[in-house]
């Protein structure tokens, strides 16, 4: 793709975003990247229990150069780190990541130097999931939300449009800590 990245907005560049969509969602290839116990309930979402063959995405890649969905699944350490983005880079665009756990949404039980403390330190995260271990059922979930997020992405014109809402949208945010309010006097 890319000629629609050239289409000016309007009714040909919206239709074209639901059907690039539609064909984006219905192709998602996972890459095979387990790190740790959340593995487990990662490849049981592959078993014919939960079957994620509907959703057309029962073939994991085992070469990034043919996957477009990235789901850690586990605890990232330092020395992972550098190997995860390598492979992160040579995943085909546009490519999305799951973050499955705590501990690789945050390093979780492992807070110490050998762990990353969240994996969106390395690779923008699209869905954080939690739980330790998340269930599989807890998975198909994200897969579904992400799904939801792939078949609305915008493209083009609007795609500019959307980044500039949300840059004007961050501008205008007030600041969560009211640095003006004196402390609280303390009695004794
Ligand atoms: S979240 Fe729990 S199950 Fe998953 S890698 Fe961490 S300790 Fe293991």
């Not at 996957?67 to 780190?81: C, E, F, H, T």
Request: proline residues 7%.
């Amino acid at each position: 793709m890319g000629i629609e990245e050239k289409l000016p907005s309007g009714v040909m560049l919206t239709t074209l975003e639901q059907l690039a969509g539609w064909a984006r969602k219905s192709s998602v290839w996972p890459a095979t990247f387990g790190l740790a116990c959340c593995a487990m309930e990662l490849m049981a979402v592959g078993g014919p229990r939960h079957d994620l063959a509907r959703f057309g995405m029962e073939r994991a890649s085992a070469t990034p150069r043919q996957a477009d969905l990235m789901i850690v699944a586990g605890r990232v350490s330092q020395k992972m780190a550098p190997v995860l983005r390598q492979i992160y880079d040579q995943m085909a665009a546009p490519k999305w990541v799951i973050s499955m756990g705590v501990c690789a949404s945050s390093g979780g039980m492992f807070n110490n130097y050998a762990i990353v403390q969240g994996v969106d330190h390395i690779v923008p995260v699209d869905i954080y999931l939690p739980g330790c271990p998340p269930r599989p059922e807890m998975l198909l979930d994200a897969i579904v939300k992400l799904h939801d997020k792939i078949q609305n992405s915008k493209l083009g014109a609007h795609r500019q449009a959307e980044i500039e809402e949300r840059e004007a949208a961050g501008l205008r945010r007030l600041p969560l800590v009211d640095v003006g309010t004196p402390a609280r006097e303390v009695s004794t």
